[in-house]
């Protein structure tokens, strides 16, 4: 597995090399807020559950057991993951020199994700990654054990959440935008089981860092929340 190739093409000038910790349960909108936070503090945007969600994607795509963890360790073996800039100079996620992007949202990747999520060997060589590419700081990273596992020494530390209706909606929301009509009720019953692997597993359960700032987002808009977290990172 390769080392991610993420580049920061801001010319902002940072007095401290910055890690921006942003956590949270499934749907509750941790990308869109990083990416907007990351962008407007000229800083390199991470999403870790992507990466978890590649991983998903590759077992999907190629069926073994994964306790088996010979079959596993296989597995890792012959997966690429990469964050590469586009023409448009966005960030996309490749798996293996495919643009995958837009095939790991789904319920079922999502769920998949969250399995494979608890095996040592795979959290092993992906935090590995993460925290290669945090050693040159200036990142904001999401996922849901940046603060308490991968990064416990971050410079600030966010812990996103909203109630499991709310979540839902949003998630609706934004599969059909990408042109997925999945019923609300389905996607409820998803995400709590997401909530229940993720909260129970063994491995970096998901819970707020002791020193997070925790935000309920249940009625605010991306905006309201973008500008709490900057405004806390910039002491205002």
Do not use: C, W
């Not at 956590?23 to 941790?30: A, C, I, L, M």
């Not at 798996?95 to 399995?115: A, C, F, G, Q, V």
């Not at 019923?183 to 860092?209: F, M, Y």
């Amino acid at each position: 597995m390769n080392y991610p190739s993420i580049k920061n093409h801001t010319n902002m000038k940072m007095e401290k090399a910055l890690i921006i910790t942003i956590d949270g349960p499934s749907g509750v909108g941790k990308s869109t807020v990083a990416k907007s936070v990351a962008k407007r503090l000229g800083l390199t945007y991470l999403d870790t559950g992507a990466m978890y969600r590649a991983i998903a994607l590759q077992v999907k795509r190629n069926p073994l057991n994964i306790d088996n963890e010979e079959e596993l360790l296989s597995l890792l073996r012959n997966t690429e993951i990469e964050f590469v800039n586009n023409k448009e100079n966005n960030l996309i996620l490749t798996l293996n020199n495919e643009n995958i992007t837009d095939k790991i949202r789904s319920p079922e990747i999502s769920r998949l994700s969250s399995d494979v999520a608890t095996k040592s060997l795979v959290r092993k060589k992906l935090v590995e990654i993460q925290r290669k590419i945090g050693l040159n700081g200036n990142i904001v990273v999401e996922g849901r054990d940046m603060g308490t596992y991968v990064f416990p020494d971050a410079d600030f530390k966010f812990y996103l959440d909203a109630t499991l209706e709310e979540r839902a909606k949003r998630r609706s929301n934004q599969l059909r935008e990408a042109g997925q009509s999945i019923g609300v009720d389905n996607i409820t019953k998803e995400i709590e089981l997401r909530d229940k692997q993720d909260k129970e597993r063994l491995e970096s359960p998901l819970h707020p860092a002791p020193n997070a700032v925790i935000i309920n987002t249940t009625n605010l808009i991306a905006d309201d929340v973008i500008n709490r977290i900057i405004a806390e990172v910039k002491g205002e």
